[in-house]
């Protein structure tokens, strides 16, 4: 467990990667938003055939996606996306066109991002980048990005 955050909120490259990354590096209360869910739930309707690869399996991969989609459908009980949020990704929003960057591109992270705000949570994630400029609003636990073995 992540010795300095007990609790955490956990973007949706945590759950994809979950069972590569080192437990040590997560909170011992898990949550997720339901905007996690939301981008779960997409996922396996965006395999497509990839004829570059020899290895691709796109039924595979469909496969693996549903597994991760199943697996936070029965581990977590998402947290809504409610109007104190709503009012947090204004927030972040505004940062982010500060910034000279687009919200939109970037609208789901921000909505994940505001619902740890809303919750008071720290936000872990693999792609802390993808949060930069927003650590006066949003508290970001990077975690190492693990190393995944192709899937064949």
């Known amino acids: 467990m992540n010795a300095e955050r007990h609790q955490g909120l956990l973007d949706t490259n945590i759950l994809v990667l ?11 209360e898990m949550a997720i938003s339901a905007i996690t869910l939301a981008e779960l ?3 396996p309707h965006q395999v497509r055939q990839n004829h570059e690869q020899d290895w691709y399996d796109e039924h ?15 581990e977590f009980d998402p947290i809504p996306f409610g109007a104190e949020a709503a009012r947090v990704y204004g ?4 940062a982010v066109v500060s910034a000279g960057r687009k919200p939109r591109s970037r609208a789901l992270d921000l909505m994940i991002a505001a619902t740890a705000v809303a919750e008071g949570l720290p936000l872990f ?3 802390p980048d993808d949060f930069s400029g927003l650590g006066w ?3 970001i636990v990077p975690v190492t990005r ?7």
């Open 60 to 74: 595979a991969e469909r496969a693996r996606r549903l597994d991760v989609l199943q697996r936070a459908e029965n």
């Open 41 to 43: 739930s997409a996922v």
């Open 18 to 28: 979950r069972r590569w990354i080192d437990p040590s590096e997560l909170p011992g």
């Open 91 to 94: 927030r972040l929003a505004a």
């Open 125 to 127: 994630t693999t792609n």
């Open 146 to 152: 693990p190393l995944v073995p192709q899937e064949r």
């Open 137 to 139: 609003i949003v508290s």
